[in-house]
């Protein structure tokens, strides 16, 4: 069961998009499997994407015709990732972006894939022959509800938010949907991101904002360590509003905004839903000589089975936090700096055991199903945050069946 989360259902309409829905039957019958987002005349789309080396056919492809042409629809399925397939699931690949450019009267370039599934497999060709034409029938701009369902894999519950903001006299709507629930470490997880805005991004702008918004959100959370083969995070912005942003100005500030907090709702949104988690832990770094170190202890602590098996017991066995931060390979230590807490109890002072600790206050925080490890190092001003889960029998138990 995810983790203080509540499926958002009342989404707002982002003018320009419209989303169909199909069960095209990727994987598995009766259920939705594929979404196709169409994109109005002009719109602007950056992308942040995995860095595993293993990326999949759709990733590479995605960010070629991201280079060529002007997106005019995304196709998603689930099911089956499409990665690890070869030069046959490349041509695969290609292959689904031109059945649906024919069907809309678009070019193959125009299209951009996303796949999320089972990797290895070779990609179910039938099940788009059915899917696509099914989508392309009920495009509607209200089938975000739907859309978040029908791009799960392991979620328990779909995963979407919207937020409207008045600016210059004008609403701006942001929508946006992600799944992923194991397989997630991103560097820029398994994941996919879609946020639309009916605001006017410029495209020199529209990178640098997809890069910095997933950095503080997509790119801060971590549930088992695994960075997946098909992470795509893509910022989409329409126009439509009539609301056109420059940087600099109030305007661009309000929107950017209100896109971190879309963003950061969907990212935490995973963490909550993580494979089996019972708890959503907030790890805090401060005081540290760069982003980089903040960032190694952090992913340290936040990716030890030791540490994470013990905030699934609620067991305060703080020196397995103690051990994480000396191993994240941080140079010259100064020990007699380190301070640690969980939330305002604090286990670690100057280095060692707090005098005021005990063990009942360690584990009274540990039961609550959220709480906060804060790390100060002492070393400088650097400050950075992530999120992520214990680590429960359920995890195991939903990996190894994974594929049955």
Known sequence: MAVNFTVFEDFAVVKGVRVGVAQAGVRKKDRDDMVIFELAEGTQVAGVFTTNAFCAAPVHICRRNLEK?????????????????????????ETTCEMLAKAAGVAPEQVL????????????MEAFERGIPAALGNLAEDNWARAGRGIMTTDTLPKGFSKQIEVEGKTVTITGLSKGAGMIMPNMATMLGFIATDAAIPAAVMQGWARKLADKSFNRITIDGDTSTNDSCMLIATGQAGVSVEEGT?????????????????????????????????????????VREALDVAYTVAHSPLVKTALYASDANWGRILAAVGRSGVK????EKVQIYLDDVQIVEDGGRCDSYTEEKGAGVLAHSEFTIRIELGRGDVNERLWTCDLSHDYVSINADYRS
């Open 69 to 93: 042409a002007e997106p005019r629809f995304l196709l998603i399925n689930t099911g089956n990732a499409n990665a690890g397939t070869g030069p046959k699931g490349f041509r695969n690949a």
């Open 113 to 124: 894939p996303f796949s999320t599934g089972v990797i290895g497999e070779p990609l179910n």
């Open 332 to 335: 010259d230590f100064d020990l």
């Open 250 to 290: 109030e305007t661009a500030d309000a929107v950017f905004a209100a896109l971190e907090e879309v963003f950061r709702v969907l990212a935490q949104a995973i963490v909550r839903d993580g494979e089996g988690a019972t708890k959503f832990v907030t790890i805090d770094v401060e005081h540290a000589a760069s």
